[in-house]
T-cell receptor, first 114, second 111 residues
Framework: ETGVTQSPTHLIKTRGQQVTLRCSSQSGHNTVSWYQQALGQGPQFIFQYYREEENGRGNFPPRFSGLQFPNYSSELNVNALELDDSALYLC?????????????FGEGSRLTVL | DQQVKQNSPSLSVQEGRISILNCDYTNSMFDYFLWYKKYPAEGPTFLISISSIKDKNEDGRFTVFLNKSAKHLSLHIVPSQPGDSAVYFCAASRGNNRLAFGKGNQVVVIP
């Protein structure tokens, strides 16, 4: 039990549509990051938010965007979905004082784009 | 460009024996290395880490070894238990929470 919950767990969209994935982390976890895990691959860093500001981004286009809210919840939005966006999307949070990289992951949202 | 590489995608080991997982990285700026464990339908769970100023870190049955000159790290699990059957991911960072992951190793511990 990591205290990080994600919704929805599964969803199916069609190419060109938009999707919003949600994450709720524990109180005090003021850093949240999102990862994309394609089939057979390791998770890939999308971006990170700290105190509601984006403070790091991986090699993902601008149609991937996010928000972090004061209540420790966050969103990942993907516009103009492409077939290659089909993946497991993982949210991870971290409280202050932890060693670098010690993240608490949610179970993920599995997105299928048809 | 895969900065963290895990070869030998799967490993089978007898219960009680040692499991050894290997990981190589290419970016010399990485200074923090971690192993995560993932069960099906669950998110990755942090297992153990090591900073670049050390060459070994131990936590119970799990030991991580770091060879900076070779850009190589390994995870030893002794003794292996059936509950250790999972996918293990090697990850690296530059002292922050932005992790570069390998593709993972499937470990199966045979009772």
């Amino acid at each position: 039990e990591t205290g990080v919950t994600q919704s929805p767990t599964h969803l199916i969209k069609t190419r060109g549509q938009q999707v919003t994935l949600r994450c709720s982390s524990q109180s005090g976890h003021n850093t949240v990051s999102w990862y994309q895990q394609a089939l057979g691959q390791g998770p890939q860093f999308i971006f990170q938010y700290y105190r509601e500001e984006e403070n790091g981004r991986g090699n993902f286009p601008p149609r991937f965007s996010g928000l972090q809210f004061p209540n420790y919840s966050s969103e990942l939005n993907v516009n103009a979905l492409e077939l290659d966006d089909s993946a497991l999307y993982l949210c991870a949070s971290s409280p202050a004082g932890r060693e670098p990289g010690e993240l608490f992951f949610g179970e993920g949202s599995r997105l299928t784009v048809l | 460009d895969q900065q963290v590489k895990q070869n030998s995608p799967s490993l089978s080991v007898q219960e009680g024996r040692i499991s050894i997982l290997n990981c190589d990285y290419t970016n010399s700026m990485f200074d923090y290395f971690l192993w995560y464990k993932k069960y099906p339908a669950e998110g990755p769970t942090f297992l153990i880490s090591i900073s670049s100023i050390k060459d070994k870190n131990e936590d119970g049955r799990f030991t991580v070894f770091l060879n900076k000159s070779a850009k190589h790290l390994s995870l030893h699990i002794v003794p292996s238990q059936p509950g250790d059957s999972a996918v293990y991911f090697c990850a690296a960072s530059r002292g922050n929470n932005r992790l570069a992951f390998g593709k993972g190793n499937q470990v199966v511990v045979i009772p």
